[in-house]
């Protein structure tokens, strides 16, 4: 057996670099009876946010050619009921907890990170910056290098724990958003959030999501996130965790060598609940093949 | 428990127009499962990435049943499933029928392949005693998953007329209802007008119903809150129920439906 | 039969609302053998400057879900050789030709409208704004708010023809582009052109694009386009045209309701080289089965 | 003049390890086709979206034959093909081997499933009264495509040595080369190293060699221009020439590889 562990820096080791995307997995809960969630080199959770939300109406989701769009609008059960409900399940895990969290104004994404910073079950935050922005006209934060700069600033003055800050494809420059993340003292960034996507029903000429436009994801958009994966990966030093379009062992692989240190299944998960089994099993056939002892020689080694 | 399983297909075949049942050995799901609860097939293909969700028919020994209409591209992948094909599926899924033993009588009303999960429900009824009332509509006689049924009452209704009374199947029923006075319990699979339907004369007679529900769903678990419904059991009707982990069966009372 | 016309503004009517997209269709000869060109209401060349270029070096293209990337370097025979070999085929043709436009600096653009501005063949120009900018660090055109004004100005002071200015994706606003490409006096917009996109050999570890990042395209891109053509449709007044991911007769609708007066086949080219044929007769009969009696009523009809 | 054109599966089957034989009945195609064209096989998915192109490895009467090697999802598609099956095929593409009459000696050199090209030249030299030499190589011998050949010299190969001699075709054909003194063409067709091989010699021998190259292609027609290969006709190197338009048949002076 090869290592397949990765050290993504602050002590933070994960015992293999797959973790699973935000609201994809619920709170891990979902799956236990059919999966060994520790498998997995971590799971994020379900984006928190200070209250519930009940989310978007009917339809949330569409599928696509080789992909899915979804306008959730990141329904969740709130603080609350996430420390009273989730909990007991979450702290039990041996792989990482990482919890994500969305909010409407900075001092939300504060208020979160405040009251979770004393439950030491969580290795670490990620930040879903793909959220409107209330104070700058719906904006999303992740949009506006200023707002991006200022929130992430705050956020690392708020807490020690590991900080991820999740980008956002639909910019134009990628690369710049991430430098402002590190130079904020973010400990990691992770990539692509969904990409703006819509589809219409020509018979009744509705929109097949209720917000009009939603967010695209799956293996159609692999090429996109590689492609991100490859632009931000010389303007920071800070680790990238890959995300989207990731459904086989190949694809991750692809991932690391783009310069991803770790990744996360998001929609392949609705197509193979468990998908995880399958690509540890050919991590480890392709390293030997390839005779490498860690999967961390992979990072970066695309040879351009 | 739900199980991740190979399925092996023991049968497949038309059995009305466009709809086909097939019987699927899968020990593991087929003895823990209730009917009213559902499995989620997985297709190798990912330009088409959701599992699609079908109502479990019927259990004999180590099998389940499906009963699908071929509408779109993964029911006809699925009417190419031969004899010994290894499938993967999911299962059970969801909750089932709730029907418990009660005095009133019990009603099946399906629209077309809207049949299949009742057919399940039927043959637990009748193996509990209970002789329920199916009452079962189409557009015309190809169309109807079966046209007699030993163990239940029949009703038939097609727009047609082509078998059984020509018109919608729910005025049959409502005509019924009108007639017997003990209290009854309606378990309804169908077409959206259907359950609108009875919806509105939940609240007139003596009834309860019970309805699955049928919503897009990306993963059928829980983990996407894509497949909501609108849950009127608190006051502010502005929460959702999750179909495939809350339902798909629900107390009609309990969900809301926007026209 | 219903009408299939539409009416693009400045005398300007195609025959139907079907037009190839650059770099997809060659110059229109070689798919004469097997199509009656006739048919598109119109077609737009590849992309067209001044000098012939060679394009990149191989390997230019590699499939992906759904979808393909492509580097050709905007490999073309030069204006001069334009004229001499495609003009006789062109200038024969019943339905409008667009002559696509890449260029390096603006004066390069800007020679290429002047000497083409006299062939009374060409129906208009669409200009491929994702070219590298040489004299601003090889920046894309069509990616900077201020580039893209000054450079739409400049073009429509120096030719009077239709102009259609292609909008890249690859940005944070696309909406704001496309208000600056009216204000500056375009007669039309068209969008998107590819999307950012990589893919990597695991094996040889080598990208499977010679410059890394290359364009996606194809039915993958589909919903992106979509949501794209919805963003752009509220900022402005002039024509949309439509283009990504589309293949068939479904999908021009769906444009078309989200905000297309005017749609281009791609990729559908090479997966189906006469998709044409059978789309046009999709617009007949859903025409008819929708009772509309002019295909021009659908622009724009999404309901929100 | 090239056709879109529905084709019918007449015969399709395995016959050597991995590598199938389909015989397609195509009147528009087989009935102007020159050995070296090939033909675009078009799919129904569109999870993978570029046609497959094949070379044109005969012609009977109204069909043709495909030689084609099961590698990927495309191709295992097409070994699923039955008989009496429509698949829509585009073709002719490219241009031929030029082989117009000349005294040279006609050599034909294949790798596996390159043979398929050669196969059809084969039979046309034939028909013109020429009996060509045929080197096939391959791995071992469940994957030559044909152990015999009447109508050819023919020379094996495998790398096992398990029919034929053991070790690379190329060198079998060098030895045989370095023995005649007459000028040969050589028409080759195989994996990439046994090209860069026959490039090193086109000029220390007294030959000319025809090359069957192979690309990856999005359209096999000329518009995207992705299937590109150096063109060392001009001087400076640097020009591309199109695989599927200009080719896929070149003379091996005319164009370059990479390393
Ligand atoms: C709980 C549940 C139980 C069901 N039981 C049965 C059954 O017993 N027999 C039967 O014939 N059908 C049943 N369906 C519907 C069945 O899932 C769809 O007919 C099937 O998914 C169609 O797939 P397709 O690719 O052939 O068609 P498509 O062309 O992809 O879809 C046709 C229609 O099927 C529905 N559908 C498609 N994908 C999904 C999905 N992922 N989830 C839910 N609905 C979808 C949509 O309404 C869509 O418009 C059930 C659905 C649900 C939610
Ligand atoms: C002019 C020409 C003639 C050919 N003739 C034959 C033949 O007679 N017999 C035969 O077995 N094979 C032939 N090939 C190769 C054949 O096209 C590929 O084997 C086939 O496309 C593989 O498709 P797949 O989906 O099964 O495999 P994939 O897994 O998709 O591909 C396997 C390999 O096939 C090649 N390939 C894939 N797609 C294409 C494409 N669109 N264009 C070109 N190559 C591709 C690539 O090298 C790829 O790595 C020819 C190729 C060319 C260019
Ligand atoms: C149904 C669904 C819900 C999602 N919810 C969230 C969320 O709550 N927070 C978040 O940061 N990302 C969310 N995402 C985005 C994913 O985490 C991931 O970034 C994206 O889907 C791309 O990865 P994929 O292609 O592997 O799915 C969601 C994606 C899907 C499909
Ligand atoms: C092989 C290829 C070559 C292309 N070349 C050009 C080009 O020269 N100029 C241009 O403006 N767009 C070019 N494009 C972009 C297309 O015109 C189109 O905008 C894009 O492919 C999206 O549409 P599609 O998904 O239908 O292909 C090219 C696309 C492909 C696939
Ligand atoms: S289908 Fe995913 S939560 Fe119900
Ligand atoms: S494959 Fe498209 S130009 Fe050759």
Redesign the interface.
């Given at each position: 057996m090869s290592d397949l562990s990765i050290y993504l820096g602050k002590d933070l080791v994960l015992s293999n670099p797959i973790l699973t995307a935000s609201?994809?997995?619920?709170y891990g809960d979902?799956?236990s009876?059919?999966l060994d969630i520790n498998q997995f080199g971590g799971i994020v959770t379900?984006s928190l946010s200070l209250e519930p939300r009940?989310?978007n109406?009917?339809?949330?989701?569409?599928?696509?050619?080789?992909?899915?769009?979804?306008s959730?609008g990141l329904?969740n059960i709130g603080l609350e009921a996430f420390l009273k409900q989730k909990k007991s399940f979450l702290s039990a895990l041996t792989c990482k907890v990482f919890v994500n969290i969305a909010a409407r104004t900075e001092e939300e994404y504060g208020t979160v990170i405040r009251k979770l910073d004393n439950e030491d079950w969580i290795a670490g935050y990620e930040i879903n910056v793909s959220c409107p922005n209330v104070k700058e006209g719906g904006i999303a934060f992740g949009?506006d290098p200023i707002v991006l700069n200022r929130l992430t600033g705050v956020l690392r003055k708020t807490s020690k724990r590991f900080l991820i800050v999740k980008l956002s494809p639909?910019?134009?420059d990628i690369a710049a958003m991430a430098k402002i993340v590190q130079d904020n003292g973010a400990d990691a960034v992770s990539l692509i959030n969904t990409?703006?996507?819509?589809?219409?029903d020509?018979y009744?000429?509705?929109?097949k999501i209720n917000t009009?436009?939603g967010g695209?994801s799956?293996?159609?958009?692999?090429?996109?996130a590689?492609?991100?994966v490859?632009?931000v990966r010389d303007s920071i030093k800070i680790p990238i965790i890959g995300i989207g379009?990731i459904?086989n062992g190949?694809d991750v692989?692809?991932f690391m060598?783009?310069g991803a240190s770790a990744v996360q299944l998001g929609?392949i998960?609705?197509?193979?609940?468990?998908a995880v089994n399958e690509i540890l099993e050919f991590l480890n056939t392709?390293l030997k093949q390839q005779k490498l002892t860690s999967v961390s020689d992979l990072i970066g080694?695309?040879?351009? | 428990?739900?199980?991740?399983s190979s399925g092996i297909v023991v049968d497949n075949r038309e059995i009305a127009e466009s709809i086909c049942k097939a019987v699927i050995s899968v020990p593991s799901i087929a003895n823990q499962c209730l009917p009213g609860q559902f499995v989620n097939i997985?297709f190798q293909d990912?330009?088409?990435?959701?599992?699609r969700p079908f109502s479990i028919a019927g259990v004999d020994n180590d099998s389940i049943h499906l009963v699908y209409k071929i509408i779109g591209p993964q029911t006809k992948v699925m009417n190419h499933w031969n004899t010994g094909d290894s499938i993967k599926i999911?299962g059970p899924l969801g909750n089932g029928f709730n029907c418990t033993a009660n005095k009133s009588e019990m009603i099946l009303l399906a629209g077309g392949v809207g049949a299949a999960p009742l057919m399940f429900l039927r043959d637990q009824l009748f193996q509990d005693g209970i002789k329920p009332v199916f009452f079962l509509g189409a557009r015309t006689k190809s169309q109807l998953p079966f046209l007699s049924d030993p163990r239940s009452r029949l009703m038939l209704s097609t727009d047609d007329g082509s078998i059984g009374s020509k018109g919608l199947i729910t005025d049959r029923l409502i005509e019924y209802l009108s007639k017997i006075n003990d209290p009854a319990t309606v378990f309804v699979c169908g077409p959206d007008p259907m359950i609108k339907t009875m919806k509105l004369i939940s609240f007139t007679e003596n009834i309860s119903v019970y309805v699955s529900l049928e919503?897009?769903m990306?993963?059928g678990?829980?983990?996407?809150?894509?497949?909501?419904?609108k849950n009127s059991s608190d006051n502010t009707g502005?929460?959702?129920s999750l179909v495939c982990?809350d339902g798909p069966v629900f107390n009609l009372n309990d969900v809301e439906f926007?026209e």
């Amino acid at each position: 057996m090869s290592d397949l562990s990765i050290y993504l820096g602050k002590d933070l080791v994960l015992s293999n670099p797959i973790l699973t995307a935000s609201g994809t997995f619920g709170y891990g809960d979902e799956l236990s009876e059919i999966l060994d969630i520790n498998q997995f080199g971590g799971i994020v959770t379900k984006s928190l946010s200070l209250e519930p939300r009940i989310g978007n109406p009917s339809p949330r989701i569409v599928e696509t050619a080789s992909g899915m769009i979804n306008s959730i609008g990141l329904a969740n059960i709130g603080l609350e009921a996430f420390l009273k409900q989730k909990k007991s399940f979450l702290s039990a895990l041996t792989c990482k907890v990482f919890v994500n969290i969305a909010a409407r104004t900075e001092e939300e994404y504060g208020t979160v990170i405040r009251k979770l910073d004393n439950e030491d079950w969580i290795a670490g935050y990620e930040i879903n910056v793909s959220c409107p922005n209330v104070k700058e006209g719906g904006i999303a934060f992740g949009t506006d290098p200023i707002v991006l700069n200022r929130l992430t600033g705050v956020l690392r003055k708020t807490s020690k724990r590991f900080l991820i800050v999740k980008l956002s494809p639909n910019v134009t420059d990628i690369a710049a958003m991430a430098k402002i993340v590190q130079d904020n003292g973010a400990d990691a960034v992770s990539l692509i959030n969904t990409v703006y996507g819509a589809a219409i029903d020509i018979y009744s000429r509705k929109p097949k999501i209720n917000t009009v436009i939603g967010g695209l994801s799956g293996p159609a958009i692999k090429p996109i996130a590689v492609a991100n994966v490859i632009k931000v990966r010389d303007s920071i030093k800070i680790p990238i965790i890959g995300i989207g379009g990731i459904s086989n062992g190949e694809d991750v692989i692809e991932f690391m060598l783009a310069g991803a240190s770790a990744v996360q299944l998001g929609t392949i998960n609705f197509m193979n609940p468990c998908a995880v089994n399958e690509i540890l099993e050919f991590l480890n056939t392709y390293l030997k093949q390839q005779k490498l002892t860690s999967v961390s020689d992979l990072i970066g080694r695309l040879e351009k | 428990m739900k199980c991740l399983s190979s399925g092996i297909v023991v049968d497949n075949r038309e059995i009305a127009e466009s709809i086909c049942k097939a019987v699927i050995s899968v020990p593991s799901i087929a003895n823990q499962c209730l009917p009213g609860q559902f499995v989620n097939i997985y297709f190798q293909d990912s330009i088409r990435i959701f599992p699609r969700p079908f109502s479990i028919a019927g259990v004999d020994n180590d099998s389940i049943h499906l009963v699908y209409k071929i509408i779109g591209p993964q029911t006809k992948v699925m009417n190419h499933w031969n004899t010994g094909d290894s499938i993967k599926i999911l299962g059970p899924l969801g909750n089932g029928f709730n029907c418990t033993a009660n005095k009133s009588e019990m009603i099946l009303l399906a629209g077309g392949v809207g049949a299949a999960p009742l057919m399940f429900l039927r043959d637990q009824l009748f193996q509990d005693g209970i002789k329920p009332v199916f009452f079962l509509g189409a557009r015309t006689k190809s169309q109807l998953p079966f046209l007699s049924d030993p163990r239940s009452r029949l009703m038939l209704s097609t727009d047609d007329g082509s078998i059984g009374s020509k018109g919608l199947i729910t005025d049959r029923l409502i005509e019924y209802l009108s007639k017997i006075n003990d209290p009854a319990t309606v378990f309804v699979c169908g077409p959206d007008p259907m359950i609108k339907t009875m919806k509105l004369i939940s609240f007139t007679e003596n009834i309860s119903v019970y309805v699955s529900l049928e919503k897009t769903m990306a993963c059928g678990l829980g983990l996407c809150q894509g497949c909501i419904v609108k849950n009127s059991s608190d006051n502010t009707g502005k929460h959702y129920s999750l179909v495939c982990k809350d339902g798909p069966v629900f107390n009609l009372n309990d969900v809301e439906f926007d026209e």
